[in-house]
């Protein structure tokens, strides 16, 4: 008795594959048949279906291409380090430091006023200046100097 019924048939492919003849036999039976008929009336009401939807055009939402981006972030930060997550969240600032760094040494570099050699640059102390001044003329620097350490031995022994 089952291979009389369409049931098979219709489970086999859809109504719109069937041939003809074979489309005919299937309606020639539902009409005899009430559980071949709701089997054919779904198969048939599936098919509009199927067939209306895929008429439809689908729009994702707006925030469709952000959830799906916040998504891929979210699965790519899962699978990397620490390191290149931190390095990535910190790239800009590590690049605006390295920058004032350069600033700051090139601004130094041009601001700063030339050394004296060691040529240039007087072996005495600040008070050298004040006491050649006061000096006599005819004094040499030599002499100078020795007034001054004879001066600074208080005790007379050269200590």
């Known amino acids: 008795m089952r291979d009389d019924h369409i049931v098979d048939l219709l489970d086999g492919a859809p ?9 005919e036999r299937v309606e020639a039976h539902a ?21 209306a939807r895929a008429r439809e055009s689908v729009e994702p939402s707006p925030f469709f291409q952000t959830r799906v981006m ?3 972030r979210e699965r790519r930060d899962a699978e990397e380090g620490g390191l290149a997550r ?6 800009a600032f590590v690049a605006a430091m ?7 040494a090139g601004s130094a570099y041009l601001t700063a006023e030339p050394q004296e050699t060691v040529a240039d ?6 008070d050298w200046g004040y006491v050649a001044d ?15 350490y004879d001066s600074e031995d208080l005790d007379g022994q050269g200590r």
């Open 15 to 23: 109504l719109e594959r069937l041939g003809a003849d074979e489309r």
């Open 70 to 72: 916040a998504a891929l």
């Open 121 to 126: 640059a007087t072996p005495y102390s600040a």
């Open 98 to 104: 390295a920058m004032s760094v350069a600033l700051l």
């Open 86 to 91: 931190m390095w990535r969240a910190a790239w």
């Open 134 to 148: 006061s000096a006599p003329s005819d004094i040499s620097d030599d002499q100078l100097v020795a007034i001054l």
């Open 31 to 51: 009409l005899e048949c009430a559980a071949c008929r709701r089997a054919y009336d779904a198969a048939r009401l599936g098919s509009e279906l199927v067939m």
